[in-house]
């Protein structure tokens, strides 16, 4: 477990903020420690690859939350269900900033399966792979500001990252 020493540890009080634990361990390891390399490697990354990726590194951490992948309590499977007992979950949907579907999915479909889950907790995260794909995704979310009900967490998979020792600027961090 120390492979991932931001994340192990105590666990959070809520299957939110577990949540956003998990994938806050998730996010460096894309965009900061190779995992962008693997992503490139596999081409045309989809969605499923990416769960696949965040699945791997949930079940390697201990704990008493549960963690579950494409439940389908109704309105179609979500991505992942975190829960401890029925009266604390929270949703989490992955999207790839290309969606063309991607404002309804924020707008609607995350509320479906909040509805379905019975749950107001939702954590949306969105994979962008260029400079362009992520000036629209904030675009997008700025329009639907105090629209959408649910937490947007970027994830910057950009495979061109200059090598630390290049580094000339805080923007290439």
């Known amino acids: 477990l120390s492979r991932f020493p931001h994340i192990d540890g105590c666990e959070a009080e ?3 903020l577990e949540a956003r634990r998990r994938i806050e361990g998730f996010k460096p390891w894309i965009e900061s420690q190779d995992g962008y390399n693997i992503l490139a490697k596999i081409g045309d990354a989809k969605e499923k690859d990416l769960q ?12 008493s939350y549960r963690i579950e992948r494409e439940t389908n309590n109704g309105r179609g499977p979500t991505d992942f269900v975190v829960s401890n007992g029925s009266n604390d979950t929270t949703i989490v949907e ?3 900033a290309t969606s ?8 609607y479909q995350v509320e479906a399966y909040k509805k379905a889950n019975r749950t ?3 954590i949306v995260v ?10 629209r995704v904030e675009s997008l979310l700025n329009e639907l500001k105090g629209v959408i009900n649910c937490h947007p967490i970027l994830v910057d998979c950009r495979n061109n990252k200059p090598s630390a020792s290049r580094i000339k600027k805080a923007s290439e961090l």
């Open 100 to 107: 063309s579907s991607l404002k309804n999915n924020l707008k």
């Open 14 to 16: 809520n299957s939110f």
């Open 94 to 96: 992955f999207k790839l």
């Open 52 to 63: 696949t990726l965040f699945q791997g590194l949930c079940t390697i951490q201990n704990g």
């Open 120 to 122: 107001s907790n939702a």
């Open 126 to 135: 969105i994979f962008y792979f260029t400079l362009e794909e992520k000036e």
